[in-house]
């Protein structure tokens, strides 16, 4: 049975693409990963996720201890890491964060932030990303971004990655509001963390959710045009 599907994507502040199709719920194949990786680790961290996973997608609310909110964010980080095969040419997760992903088989341990939210579900898999080639003054623009956002849904539930390589611009220092009743899992604040899912963004508030750390990341370094 088909699903609706979208992804979207934004470029200084503009939508760039918009793409909505119906198709089987996880269909897509990422042609980019060797057989002993896709059989192997990945495969481990996918199995490790789907219990927890099968409580959020369904918005049955969950508290997570420090070894699921590992699990999970683990998953989640390989997820931004596949989708941003789907369009290759438009990677927004840096070389950097995904060697170390591979090494240590989880998200690296400094410049990234995993959030979790809750979503009405009007599409049954959503995925959104922005990257910002942000440099220093007076040195070449970098070739690839150097800060990210990768938000997901699945369900009812909502996963964002951010990632930052600049050791002065950290993701997880931008406050959200408290009305969008998130969970940080990456890294963990405390021995667990509650996502209770009694409170829902719509489309819309989940589309500004996605621009929300974009715009202010934005506003400090002066509105520098994401990668392309």
């Given at each position: 049975?088909?699903?609706?599907?979208?992804i979207?994507q934004d470029a200084d502040?503009?939508?760039t693409?918009?793409?909505?199709?119906s198709?089987?719920?996880?269909n897509?194949?990422?042609?980019?990963?060797?057989?002993p990786?896709?059989?192997?680790?990945?495969?481990?961290?996918?199995a490790d996720a789907k219990?927890?996973?099968?409580?959020?997608?369904?918005?049955r609310?969950?508290?997570?201890d420090?070894g699921?909110?590992?699990k999970?964010?683990?998953w989640?980080f390989?997820?931004?890491c596949?989708?941003?095969?789907?369009h290759?040419?438009?990677?927004?997760?840096?070389a950097?964060?995904?060697?170390?992903?591979?090494?240590?088989?989880?998200p690296?341990a400094?410049g990234?932030?995993?959030?979790l939210g809750t979503?009405?579900?009007l599409e049954?898999?959503h995925?959104?990303?922005q990257?910002?080639?942000?440099?220093?003054?007076?040195?070449?623009?970098?070739e690839?971004?150097?800060?990210y956002?990768?938000?997901?849904?699945?369900?009812?539930?909502?996963?964002q990655?951010?990632?930052?390589?600049l050791?002065?611009?950290?993701?997880?220092d931008?406050?959200y509001?408290?009305e969008?009743?998130?969970?940080?899992?990456w890294h963990p604040?405390?021995?667990?963390?509650?996502?209770?899912?009694?409170?829902?963004?719509?489309?819309?508030?989940?589309v500004g959710?996605?621009?929300?750390?974009?715009n202010?990341i934005?506003?400090?370094?002066?509105?520098?045009?994401?990668a392309r």
């Amino acid at each position: 049975m088909p699903f609706d599907h979208r992804i979207e994507q934004d470029a200084d502040g503009l939508q760039t693409r918009d793409v909505k199709f119906s198709t089987p719920p996880f269909n897509q194949v990422v042609r980019a990963v060797c057989a002993p990786c896709n059989g192997g680790w990945m495969s481990s961290i996918e199995a490790d996720a789907k219990p927890i996973l099968q409580d959020l997608i369904y918005a049955r609310g969950r508290t997570l201890d420090l070894g699921e909110q590992r699990k999970l964010a683990s998953w989640a980080f390989l997820k931004a890491c596949v989708f941003d095969e789907l369009h290759p040419q438009e990677r927004v997760v840096p070389a950097e964060h995904r060697n170390r992903f591979f090494t240590y088989r989880q998200p690296p341990a400094t410049g990234v932030a995993i959030w979790l939210g809750t979503y009405e579900a009007l599409e049954v898999g959503h995925y959104a990303y922005q990257g910002l080639r942000i440099g220093r003054e007076g040195l070449r623009e970098p070739e690839e971004p150097t800060v990210y956002v990768v938000t997901i849904t699945i369900g009812a539930l909502i996963v964002q990655v951010a990632g930052s390589l600049l050791p002065d611009l950290r993701v997880d220092d931008v406050p959200y509001p408290s009305e969008l009743h998130l969970a940080k899992i990456w890294h963990p604040s405390g021995s667990t963390v509650t996502l209770t899912q009694d409170h829902v963004m719509n489309h819309e508030t989940l589309v500004g959710f996605t621009k929300a750390l974009y715009n202010v990341i934005g506003r400090v370094t002066g509105g520098t045009p994401p990668a392309r």
